[in-house]
């Protein structure tokens, strides 16, 4: 069940306890991936993982604007503070247990959130009103180096949204791309912003990308989804161990 495209009365009578939340970033995926690549993925595998999921799921709507000063150096890039960040996801995820959603899922597409989602997650979690984890598609999946606007995300946009891909500018994003995220020295990055290694913005090479390897990502982000869906259906609020 799509919140947005349901009516209050559709919601009250479902009674789902259950919601996926999206959580995506505004911000630079080099000359030829949109703005908005990290939303579009965080949606995607969180309505696939419901599509899956064999009971009933609440499919909130997606929070496109996360951590993502890193990317400020190049134009249509927005961000907020980790400070509002975490308010905000907060404040979301506390308004759907108002309405009887006891357990919640965070579906991240973007690195820069990751901190901040664990630290609120934790926090609304010990709350003990709403138990919730937080989910980066990502990190499930093995397919190499996740890089930025590499051939990962640009394979997943081809996939979800080939219409905004600019596939004509692939050859200069390889030209201009970083091989590895940062600038380091033994184990320290020195690097804060990802125009100090990348002069477009991209990490890998999105040359690597196909339609069908964007495919495959998905799937098996949804897997590893209703994964989570089972083990956090077994958890009570207020406790975080199975019911």
Do not use: K
Request: aromatic share 6%; glycine share 10%; no cysteine.
């Amino acid at each position: 069940m799509h919140l947005a495209e349901s009516t209050w009365t559709d919601v009250a009578a479902a009674d789902v306890d259950l919601a996926v939340l999206p959580v995506g970033s505004t911000e630079q995926h080099g000359p030829h991936a949109p703005l908005g690549t990290d939303t579009i993925a965080a949606e995607t595998v969180a309505e696939a993982g419901a599509d899956r999921w064999d009971r009933e799921v609440l499919v909130a709507p997606s929070i496109p604007v996360g951590v993502a000063e890193e990317h400020r150096a190049f134009a249509g890039t927005m961000w907020v503070t980790p400070d509002t960040f975490r308010s905000y996801v907060r404040e979301a995820v506390a308004s759907l247990g108002e309405h009887g959603v006891e357990r919640v899922v965070l579906v991240n597409g973007h690195g820069g959130n990751v901190d901040a989602l664990r630290e609120v997650a934790g926090d609304l979690t010990r709350a003990g009103e709403v138990y919730v984890v937080p989910f980066t598609w990502f990190d499930e999946v093995e397919d190499g180096p996740m890089g930025h606007a590499g051939p990962l995300e640009t394979a997943v946009v081809q996939h979800v949204a080939p219409d905004l891909l600019r596939e004509d500018r692939l050859e200069d994003a390889a030209a201009g791309a970083a091989e590895g995220w940062g600038e380091w020295v033994g184990a320290v990055n020195l690097a804060f912003d990802s125009d100090e290694f990348s002069e477009n913005g991209v990490v890998g090479d999105p040359r690597d990308a196909s339609p069908a390897r964007g495919a495959d990502l998905i799937d098996a982000a949804a897997d590893a989804l209703v994964a989570v869906l089972e083990a956090i259906e077994q958890r009570e609020p207020g406790s975080g161990s199975p019911a």
